[in-house]
């Protein structure tokens, strides 16, 4: 790699992460291509991939406070609560341990279909209380919300929120609404708004980002898409570089990457000048399994830079800091050290700028080692 050449007086370009979040909307209906066969591949490769299905609550946590998610987070969502959201969508997501959002605008529960229902309140609160899909609205109607009067439009916002934690389990909250054929303004925002849903969902087709408006959020296409296609669009082509071994290599980029405004990017790698250790730039997930993992590093070349890089790695038996001298090694991997992690302790390597030069944020290489159950999922590489 060629040698970078820093300097205090240097203009950086501070440009953000990607910090993309996958959140796909399906219809579970035959009219949209649907098919027990094709979603069951679809979840069958996030399973094979080390994907992991997350709450809206679990997104929405990442988006406004910086929680960490577990490896390659994604949300699924479906929209119209069709019955085959009792034949297929419930049963093979169960079946995998995954879970999903299930927008349903009040007239579609417990509504005659084809000589049989749709799912009613009992199904929709076993369900939700099972983890495995969480009832959210699209409305009362299902009408275009911009062509209704204010009254009708804050209607089927606020009232169908309220029949929703109505006939829902005790304490449920309704925080999230999907609008009909993707169809909103600024004024059924305000409203949205107003009726105290944390977020709303529209038909935009791209991945959710830390800045996407909490009221104007993307949503992926799935419905009838091929497993290629599927790949395409969830970003599975986009993932970095294979690390050498078994393991993950993370970019500084993604959803688990953070970083304070002291830090800047050039040339793919994460910048910040010697301060006093208040700037910060790492990696906060959560493993896919308990136990031990090796942890590898590397950076590129760089003038001016620090002998004393500050590595701060959280784990189950609390904090390590170990200092890197960022003027011997450059590109290759090189290993930190192995650290215990539990499920309910996030990975977290940080770097710092309390140093003796710049500091550089590269790559890092998460390698499981030793781990109790390794055989019940495969290794493959963020």
């Known amino acids: 790699m ?36 094709m979603f069951a591949e679809h979840l069958d490769f996030l399973v094979d991939n080390d994907y992991h299905t997350v709450t809206l609550d679990e997104f929405m946590d990442w988006r406004l406070e910086g929680e960490p998610l577990p490896l390659r987070p994604i949300v699924l969502t479906f929209d119209d609560n069709y019955l085959d959201m009792r034949y297929i969508v419930y049963p093979l997501l169960k079946e995998r341990d995954l879970n999903a959002v299930n927008f349903a605008h009040i007239i579609a529960i417990n509504r005659p279909d084809n000589d049989d229902f749709r ?29 209704l009067s204010d009254d009708d439009a804050w209607f089927e916002i606020n009232d169908s929120k309220i029949e929703i934690e109505q006939n829902m389990m005790p304490g ?59 790949k395409e669009r969830i970003g599975f082509y986009d993932l970095p570089a294979d690390p050498p071994a078994e393991g993950w290599a993370l970019e500084n980029e993604g959803p688990h990457f953070w970083y304070d405004d002291g830090f800047t990017s050039e040339n793919g790698y994460m910048y910040c000048e010697p301060g006093d250790g208040s700037e910060e730039a790492g990696w906060k997930l959560y493993l896919p399994e308990e136990g031990e993992y090796r ?56 770097v710092n700028n309390n140093a003796d030069g710049w500091v550089v944020v590269g790559d890092l290489w998460i390698e499981p080692v030793d781990l109790t159950s390794v055989c019940d999922w495969q290794l493959y590489h963020y």
Request: some cysteine.
């Open 2 to 37: 060629k040698k970078i050449v820093l300097s205090g007086a240097m203009m950086f370009v501070a440009i953000l992460c990607w910090a993309e979040v996958p959140i796909t909307l399906y219809h579970a209906h035959p009219n949209f291509n649907f098919t027990e066969e």
């Open 119 to 147: 799912p009613d309140w009992p199904e929709l609160i076993q369900w939700e209380e099972e983890g495995v899909l969480y009832t959210e609205s699209h409305s009362w109607n299902h009408e275009h919300l911009t062509e």
């Open 172 to 230: 449920k909250e309704c925080k999230y609404l999907a609008y009909p054929y993707g169809d909103y303004d600024q004024q059924i925002i305000d409203k949205t708004e107003s009726a105290g849903y944390v977020a709303a969902f529209t038909t935009i087709n791209e991945k959710a980002h830390r800045d996407s408006p909490l009221y104007e959020m993307p949503r992926i296409g799935t419905d009838g898409v091929s497993l290629e296609g599927f």
């Open 295 to 350: 942890l590898h590093v590397r950076w590129p070349e760089v003038s001016q830079a620090a002998s004393d890089t500050p590595f701060v790695i959280r784990h189950s038996e609390g904090e390590s800091t170990l200092e890197m001298n960022q003027q011997q090694q450059s590109d290759d991997w090189v290993e930190l050290d192995t650290f215990t992690f539990d499920a309910e302790t996030a990975l977290s390597v940080m």
